[in-house]
């Protein structure tokens, strides 16, 4: 038997960062039927998670617009930023 020589010790879990708001990143094809998208941004929209996230959602699609405009109706525009297509 030969024993490990790393030391197995869980990590200490991280502090909370001290900055702002938390930034999210969504990376999916705008389809708000296939991913549910049109949820989220409905979601964005409540009064207690407006100020407590920031989402940045790469991607283009069939449903773009729409949520776009679903976006701006809801005035998640410091919210919810439309990155576009991104490698």
Do not use: H, M, Y
Not at 2 to 13: G, K, L
Not at 20 to 46: F, H, M, S, Y
């Amino acid at each position: 038997v030969i024993p490990n020589p790393v030391e197995n010790r869980p990590p200490e879990a991280l502090p909370w960062p001290a900055c702002q708001t938390p930034t999210l990143a969504v990376v999916a094809r705008l389809d708000a039927d296939a991913k549910g998208l049109d949820l989220l941004v409905e979601a964005l929209a409540n009064p207690g998670l407006r100020d407590r996230v920031r989402v940045n959602l790469f991607g283009t699609g069939p449903d773009e617009s729409a949520l776009r405009q679903s976006a701006s109706k809801r005035s998640l525009g410091s919210t919810l930023c439309f990155a576009g297509w991104s490698s």
